[in-house]
């Protein structure tokens, strides 16, 4: 029996050509939109590549084996179409458990939903496994009268965006499996390097593509990975049908970002780790989150849950939101951008965006640590923020 290599040399190995004299290390990219078909095609014969293509499948086998799903998963033309197909997993009607702080455009996804097929949203603090386990039976306390019976679908993101809460994944996915409701986690933040939900108990996991798997702010890419062959089949034909579909170059530019996503990951959580632990102590700080520190109120699920604390951190910076705004302007070597994920260091005010949740502090900053030498980066960070305070 073939030994499960680890992730670190998953990202490496997978998705590589036949080992054949004469064969390309990487796998080549196939510019076609079309192929010579048959009045009956086979399983799996390639037809027409917005419903299949070999440029796609290199990156999905590994991110399947990354995930550890047994199957590739699916590659999409952005993270948001992957969370949408997913999200359409609901039913008409169906409730969604979901956090309260997530991804702000996966909350607009979920109330456009509502809007259109009656889903009815139910947000929750995701990090009270309770209250969460409440919602999902449908007594919940915070709960409508029309809103009644158990959830369809529950929407994890640990940690959260932004505010990095951690959810129980394996309590949280149990707790679903009992009324019958499918557990999908965005798993953008962590990368399966630090965290596998579908080991955890859920049936479906999301990533942005965009951000860390890619890794370099050049590629928009999403992706779906599940164990269940249905589910599987449901969100390949939502692919096909609504038209998702990544380009072959974008995928190439992922798959090699991928190869170095263990190095990434690894200088990039160190880095985070000393800046928040040095952060603690700046007389400019009002507050620093970071999983990986022992006052994180979930600091000891996230070390049960995880192989790392990841590369994302929060910052309020005493002054509010103006001096949070100061800052932003005043770092030389930080970019003040609204992505993560990459080798580059980012730092971004959440609440200049109108749909960011309203109980996300008005000056709370994410950081995206980078992959930068760690001293520059404080450097840098420590006189923007003696300068936010003038």
């Keep these: 029996m073939k030994r499960r290599l680890r992730p670190a040399t998953v990202v490496v190995e997978?998705?590589?050509?036949?080992?054949?004299?004469?064969?390309?290390?990487?796998?080549?990219?196939?510019?076609?939109?079309?192929?010579?078909?048959?009045?009956?095609?086979?399983?799996?014969?390639?037809?027409?590549?917005?419903?299949?293509?070999?440029?796609?499948?290199?990156?999905?086998?590994a991110l399947g084996q990354l995930e550890n799903a047994g199957r590739p998963g699916l590659l999409f033309a952005s993270g948001m179409a992957a969370i949408s197909a997913a999200l359409d997993l609901t039913p008409v009607g169906g409730a969604v458990v979901a956090p309260r702080h997530a991804y702000h455009e996966s909350l607009v996804a979920l109330r456009h939903q509502a809007e259109r097929s009656g889903v009815r949203p139910r947000l929750v603090d995701i990090a009270d496994t309770a209250a969460v386990r409440a919602a999902i039976r449908g007594d919940?306390?915070?709960?409508?009268?029309?809103?009644?019976?158990?959830?369809a679908l529950v929407w994890l993101e640990t940690p959260t965006n932004p505010m990095l809460e951690i959810a129980d994944v394996a309590a949280i996915s149990?707790?679903?499996?009992?009324?019958?409701?499918?557990?999908?986690v965005d798993n953008t933040f962590a990368t399966p390097l630090l965290q596998r939900p579908l080991e955890l108990g859920a049936d479906v996991v999301v990533h942005s593509v965009t951000k860390y798997l890619a890794g370099h702010s050049d590629v928009i890419l999403g992706a779906v990975v599940t164990r269940d062959e249905n589910l599987l089949a449901r969100v390949r034909q939502r692919r096909t049908t609504a038209g998702g579909v990544a380009g072959p170059f974008e995928a190439w530019l992922a798959l090699r970002g991928l190869r170095t996503l263990a190095l990434r990951v690894e200088r990039a959580q160190a880095?985070?780790?000393?800046?928040?632990?040095?952060?603690?102590?700046?007389?400019?700080?009002?507050?620093?989150?970071?999983?990986?520190?022992?006052?994180?109120?979930?600091?000891?699920l996230a070390?049960?849950?995880?192989?790392?604390?990841?590369?994302?951190?929060?910052?309020?910076?005493?002054?509010?939101?103006?001096?949070?705004a100061r800052l932003t302007g005043g770092v030389h070597l930080w970019l003040p951008a609204t992505s993560l994920g990459g080798v580059e260091s980012m730092v971004e005010r959440r609440r200049r965006w109108p749909n960011e949740a309203p109980t996300v502090p008005e000056d709370l900053l994410r950081v995206s640590v980078g992959i930068e030498d760690v001293e520059d980066l404080w450097d840098d960070l420590d006189q923007a923020l003696r300068a936010s305070q003038a």
């Excluded at 027409?48 to 293509?53: C, E, H, P, Q, V």
């Excluded at 149990?174 to 999908?184: F, Q, R, S, Y």
């Excluded at 780790?273 to 109120?297: F, I, K, M, T």
């Excluded at 995880?306 to 910076?317: A, K, Q």
């Design 140 to 151: 919940g306390a915070d709960l409508g009268a029309a809103d009644t019976g158990p959830a």
């Design 14 to 61: 997978a998705g590589r050509p036949v080992r054949t004299p004469g064969a390309p290390v990487n796998s080549p990219i196939v510019m076609s939109s079309t192929y010579v078909g048959h009045e009956q095609p086979g399983p799996g014969e390639l037809v027409y590549a917005r419903i299949g293509t070999e440029s796609w499948e290199p990156l999905e086998e």
């Design 271 to 300: 880095n985070a780790h000393e800046l928040a632990r040095r952060l603690q102590d700046h007389p400019a700080v009002l507050a620093v989150a970071y999983p990986g520190l022992p006052d994180h109120p979930q600091h000891e």
């Design 174 to 184: 149990a707790a679903a499996h009992e009324v019958g409701a499918i557990v999908v």
């Design 303 to 324: 070390t049960n849950q995880m192989d790392g604390y990841g590369s994302i951190l929060t910052l309020r910076v005493r002054g509010g939101a103006a001096a949070a």
